[in-house]
């Protein structure tokens, strides 16, 4: 049973990741078949992060309400949709219009897989069956790419959002069979919009989710960086084919899968959360710095790709341990405290995405742009859960579970 709710909760968390991953590779081929230039096509990118943002804000909260099967089912429907949609634009326009309802049916799915999470574990418990889930969605992460490069080399770029929709239909009829209802009714609260804010503000307030939250958001903004920027680097400013991109972007993604193999085996055993969480953004801050220099320095690209895969490996285990710390603490409202988190992941990315976009003039200042905003984001992870700052204060403990305690 375990397993089981690993490969579905798995694959549900890995959707905005494969569904980014997967067309990564035709990026190029995209902006020219629909007349676009690269920051039409980058768009495309931003806006799904920015509707997986807006997504998660709103469907987290009304799982606590109305349970995680029925807008679990819903997200995928509109999921499968969306996709299909993307494969008959026939302008970027409409493109990037279909990618918004793409978006909120891959929030729903990867929302709600770590709410699911946190309905049946808790603890160091949660953290390993993250950790485990990071497996599965690492490797979905690898395949990603990889696949798209070998569609690409026998099809158009369309085929990509045609096996996407095959993806979703299969998930959603796994779901449907396989995972049952996790919240009782007893343990619903109630949908109240104002009670939303109030627990989003006491979410906000609280110094531990807070920081966690957003180390880890901050992580993730830098292989989104990377995610975003690097196939117009790698291939147009490097030279390489779209197969040798998804090779490398694929390789980079199996040290997300190893590492968070090595995460789950080490929690509890060696080190706890913290002190590994602290440990892999210290290391991913070194990698960022690394890429910058590689690239202002130009260096050979074997020292660019080696910093990449330094900084796209510790990303396994920042997410376990960030998300298990910013969850555990808040059974009662674990939606709403994963909406949260997600909400603002997304946001930070999409932030840092845009900013990338518009410093984006030509294959040189792209590289420089995507350097600058890995190191920046990765960096500030660091300083995010290192450096005291007066107002993370803690709330008293009858505030917090006055407002996200157990209902």
């Known amino acids: 049973m375990r397993r089981r709710l690993a490969?579905?909760?798995?694959?549900?968390?890995?959707?905005?990741?494969?569904?980014?991953?997967?067309?990564?590779?035709?990026?190029?081929?995209?902006?020219?078949?629909?007349?676009?230039?690269?920051?039409?096509?980058?768009?495309?990118v931003t806006v799904f992060v920015v509707g997986l943002a807006l997504g998660q804000a709103v469907i987290g909260p009304l799982s606590d309400a109305h349970g995680r099967r029925p807008l679990l089912l819903l997200g995928l429907a509109a999921y499968v949709a969306g996709s299909l949609a993307c494969l008959l634009a026939p302008t970027a326009g409409l493109l990037i219009a279909a990618r918004v309802v793409q978006a909120l049916g891959a929030a729903a799915a990867t929302v709600l897989a770590r709410v699911v999470a946190r309905d049946h574990f808790e603890g160091r418990e949660l953290t390993r069956f993250v950790s485990t889930l990071m497996l599965v969605n690492?490797?979905?992460?690898?395949?990603?790419?990889?696949?798209?490069?070998?569609?690409?080399?026998?099809?158009?770029?369309r085929a990509v959002?045609?096996?996407?929709?095959?993806?979703?239909?299969?998930?959603?009829?796994?779901?449907?069979?396989?995972?049952?209802?996790?919240?009782?009714?007893?343990?619903?609260?109630?949908?109240?919009?104002?009670?939303t804010a109030e627990a989003f503000g006491v979410l906000l307030r609280d110094r531990d989710y807070l920081r966690h939250t957003l180390a880890a958001a901050l992580m993730f903004s830098a292989m989104f960086a990377y995610i975003t920027g690097s196939s117009f680097?790698?291939?147009?400013?490097?030279?390489?084919?779209?197969?040798q991109y998804g090779a490398v972007f694929a390789t980079n993604c199996l040290g997300i899968v190893l590492l968070g193999q090595v995460n789950a085996v080490l929690v509890g055993r060696l080190a706890d959360e913290r002190t590994l969480l602290g440990a892999s953004l210290a290391v991913g801050a070194a990698a960022g710095l690394g890429v910058l220099a590689a690239i202002v320095l130009e260096a050979p690209l074997g020292a660019l790709l080696a910093?990449?895969?330094?900084?796209?490996?510790?990303?396994?285990?920042?997410?376990?341990?960030?998300?298990?710390?910013?969850?555990?603490?808040?059974?009662?409202?674990?939606?709403?405290?994963?909406?949260?988190?997600?909400?603002?992941?997304?946001?930070?990315?999409?932030?840092?995405?845009?900013?990338?976009?518009?410093?984006?003039?030509?294959?040189?200042?792209?590289?420089?742009?995507?350097?600058?905003?890995?190191?920046?984001?990765?960096?500030?992870?660091?300083?995010?859960?290192?450096?005291?700052?007066?107002?993370?204060?803690?709330?008293?403990?009858?505030?917090?579970?006055g407002s996200v305690g157990p209902g």
């Not at 680097?233 to 197969?243: M, R």
């Open 233 to 243: 680097v790698l291939q147009d400013t490097y030279g390489l084919s779209p197969q």
């Open 307 to 401: 910093c990449l895969f330094v900084l796209v490996s510790v990303l396994g285990p920042v997410l376990a341990n960030a998300t298990s710390l910013a969850l555990s603490p808040h059974p009662g409202a674990a939606g709403t405290a994963a909406s949260l988190q997600g909400v603002l992941q997304y946001a930070v990315s999409g932030a840092v995405a845009s900013l990338m976009a518009l410093a984006t003039h030509d294959a040189r200042s792209g590289a420089v742009a995507m350097g600058a905003a890995v190191a920046a984001s990765a960096v500030a992870a660091l300083l995010v859960l290192r450096v005291p700052a007066p107002w993370r204060t803690p709330l008293p403990s009858h505030a917090v579970s």
């Open 161 to 195: 959002f045609l096996l996407l929709v095959v993806v979703g239909a299969v998930l959603l009829g796994e779901v449907r069979r396989s995972l049952p209802e996790s919240l009782p009714v007893s343990r619903r609260r109630p949908a109240d919009l104002r009670a």
């Open 7 to 44: 490969l579905v909760l798995g694959a549900l968390s890995a959707f905005p990741a494969f569904t980014i991953d997967l067309y990564l590779p035709g990026m190029p081929a995209m902006a020219r078949d629909l007349h676009a230039d690269a920051g039409m096509v980058q768009l495309s």
């Open 138 to 157: 690492g490797v979905a992460t690898v395949l990603g790419p990889v696949v798209g490069a070998q569609l690409l080399s026998v099809a158009p770029w």
